[in-house]
């Protein structure tokens, strides 16, 4: 028994110095320890394998999987990003932190469902009692000095941001956690005011997150930039970030908002409770918890033809009109399978009988 224990706890601290998540690590050795006992051919196994990193059980049911929530937190998206991104984002998703096996899905929203999902999403916010200063406020353009300072705080002599976080798709971090979006999005996707409160206490909006506080007192930024202030560094930096490009925003949001004045947000709390997003976002307040909302993939293999499989995951489209439980109003999202994947994961669901 003491044994047993050393050699756990010996494991354990293997994986915390190598920065894996426990949870994951374990989860992605019992299914392949599955996969082998099944005597799944090649093909079948990398279907189990998307279909286990997809995160299919957050609304069916199969074998021995098991829901992970594994998509980035929701509830201060309200705060974060802007709404026309939001909105052309919900519309068309992809792929923003390329590290990710779960991807999100495309819901096929029409336009009055993408503005009433993207209206409840802005009510998402991390109550912080005080306005944001008047002197942070973004005035719309960078001042030459403080886009040399944003360089410069920028470089790995100083803050180092491209540690973690990307440009293009390349990025130098190597532990999974630390890795963070392609800061040349950020003038499309952020708000700036936002920014600001990110800058200056990023757990205060996500517990554990691994964004270093750079600013959390008067004496933590650099004393050699811009004579150690770091109200004026924190601007500097999100004016640099937002001011990047001058592409203008996606105009689509705009057109759905007058086309649609009657759009509400309990319009997209309840889409989003049928479609359960909950299922890979985790908990978003105002919303029921996860829920099997859609068949059991049990017997697959039975029911459908592998050609079937095979077209219904590429265009994913209604087979119930009222969806899977009358009144849930359920749907099966498209995750944008290459012909590839899409063979491989239909030659799995042949095996479920
Ligand atoms: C199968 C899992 C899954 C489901 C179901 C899902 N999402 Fe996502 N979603 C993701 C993943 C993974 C990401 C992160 C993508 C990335 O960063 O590349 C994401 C990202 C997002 C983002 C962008 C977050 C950001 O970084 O700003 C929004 C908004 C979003 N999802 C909304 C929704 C809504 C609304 C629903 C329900 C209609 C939903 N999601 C259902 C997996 C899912
Ligand atoms: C140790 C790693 C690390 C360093 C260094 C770091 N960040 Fe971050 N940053 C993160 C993580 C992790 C996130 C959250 C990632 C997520 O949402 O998936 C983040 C998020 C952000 C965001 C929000 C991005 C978005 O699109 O949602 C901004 C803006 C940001 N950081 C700016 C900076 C700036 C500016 C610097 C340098 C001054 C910096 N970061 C340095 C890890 C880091
Ligand atoms: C956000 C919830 C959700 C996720 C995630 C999801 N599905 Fe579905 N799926 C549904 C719903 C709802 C239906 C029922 C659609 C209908 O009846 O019109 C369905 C139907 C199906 C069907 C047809 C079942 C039948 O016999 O009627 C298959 C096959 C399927 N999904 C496979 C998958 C696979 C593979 C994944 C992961 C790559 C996945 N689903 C992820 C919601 C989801």
Request: charged share 30%.
């Amino acid at each position: 028994m003491r044994r047993l224990f050393r050699r756990c706890s010996v494991l354990l601290l293997f994986l915390l110095l190598w920065n894996v998540e426990p949870g994951a690590w374990l989860h992605h050795a019992l299914s392949r320890a599955w996969a082998a006992q099944r005597n799944l051919s090649p093909l079948a196994a990398r279907g189990r394998e998307l279909v286990t990193d997809l995160n299919c059980a957050a609304c069916h049911q199969i074998e021995d999987q098991t829901p992970q929530p594994g998509a980035p937190p929701l509830d201060f998206e309200g705060e974060r990003v802007r709404p026309e991104w939001l909105f052309d984002f919900l519309k068309q998703p992809r792929s923003i932190r390329p590290w990710l096996r779960m991807r999100m899905p495309t819901f096929r929203l029409g336009d009055r469902e993408a503005l009433a999902i993207t209206k409840f999403l802005e009510t998402q916010r991390k109550r912080h009692d005080e306005p944001l200063p008047a002197k942070f406020r973004f005035a719309g353009r960078s001042e030459p000095e403080l886009t040399d300072a944003a360089k410069k705080l920028m470089t790995p002599e100083y803050l180092d941001c491209l540690t973690c976080h990307l440009r293009g798709k390349e990025s130098r971090s190597v532990k999974p956690d630390e890795r963070a979006p392609d800061l040349s999005l950020v003038p499309q996707r952020l708000n700036p005011d936002w920014i600001i409160r990110w800058l200056q206490d990023p757990q205060s909006f996500q517990p554990g997150v691994k964004m270093p506080n750079f600013f959390d007192d008067e004496s933590s930024g650099p004393e050699d930039i811009l004579g150690g202030d770091e109200a004026r560094q924190m601007i500097a930096l999100r004016d640099f970030l937002v001011t990047q490009s001058s592409d203008p925003l996606p105009a689509e949001y705009q057109r759905a908002v007058r086309q649609n004045p009657d759009v509400t947000p309990e319009m997209g709390r309840q889409l989003m409770a049928q479609f359960n997003c909950v299922g890979c976002h985790g908990d978003i307040p105002g919303l029921p918890p996860r829920r099997e909302i859609a068949p059991s993939l049990a017997q697959q293999g039975r029911k459908a033809q592998v050609t079937w499989l095979i077209e219904f995951l590429t265009e994913s489209r209604e087979i119930r009109r009222e969806a899977y439980n009358l009144g849930t109003g359920g749907r099966m999202p498209n995750f944008r399978f290459t012909p590839d994947e899409a063979e491989a994961v239909a030659e799995y669901l042949r095996t479920l009988r």
